[in-house]
T-cell receptor, first 114, second 109 residues
């Protein structure tokens, strides 16, 4: 079964800490995405990547950065965690081909910043 | 950029009734419209999708319709069951997926 795996289901971090959220996909997908999910706001795109070492800002990149050193791994970095970054974080991947636009999501990481 | 609005935010139905969730999008160049179901504690899962060259698509009890002129698309679930209870998200693809705010569907036995 194809998968997007997020390394942690739950994380609790202190304000000011540097936080790494890891995502790995086994589908050989070119495209990877990081979203955050908040009640009433749906899923908002933070960063995305269409290739190794490539990254693009999404709609809410402030306070975040990303790293994609290998095709299967896409990391989200909170440089200095703040309480307003408490949220559910979802990683997704998709193929670059035009026959299948569907995104596959991981199970999410619920991050609490205290 | 693309903006997707989704209504209603909550929907409560009796088992066996139909449920309809509606979305509008702003960018006429969007060409792909998926629907995702998110159960408690899980990531969103694709349940059905439609491309801009198709007006309607059906898969057993779920169907999606697309009106490109009005920039509307809708999810229809017939003969609802308690296991249909979840949060449903619509989305539109221009260069990347933009999601609606979600609809929490509750199906009561």
């Amino acid at each position: 079964d194809v998968k997007v795996t997020q390394s942690s289901r739950y994380l609790v971090k202190r304000t000011g800490e540097k936080v790494f959220l890891e995502c790995v996909q086994d589908m050989d997908h070119e495209n990877m995405f990081w979203y955050r999910q908040d009640p009433g706001l749906g899923l908002r795109l933070i960063y995305f990547s269409y290739d190794v070492k490539m990254k693009e800002k999404g709609d809410i990149p402030e306070g975040y950065s990303v790293s994609r050193e290998k095709k299967e791994r896409f990391s989200l970095i909170l440089e200095s965690a703040s309480t307003n970054q408490t949220s559910m974080y979802l990683c997704a991947s998709s193929s670059a081909g035009t026959d299948n636009y569907g995104y596959t999501f991981g199970s999410g990481t619920r991050l609490t910043v205290v | 950029g693309e903006n997707v609005e989704q209504h209603p935010s909550t929907l409560s139905v009796q088992e066996g009734d139909s449920a309809v969730i509606k979305c509008t999008y702003s960018d006429s160049a969007s060409n792909y419209f998926p629907w995702y179901k998110q159960e408690l504690g899980k990531g969103p899962q694709l349940i059905i999708d439609i491309r801009s060259n198709v007006g309607e698509k059906k898969d057993q009890r779920i169907a999606v319709t697309l009106n490109k002129t009005a920039k509307h698309f809708s999810l229809h679930i017939t003969e609802t069951q308690p296991e249909d209870s979840a949060v449903y998200f619509c989305a539109a693809l221009r260069e990347k997926l933009i999601f609606g705010a979600g609809t929490r569907l509750a199906v009561h036995p």
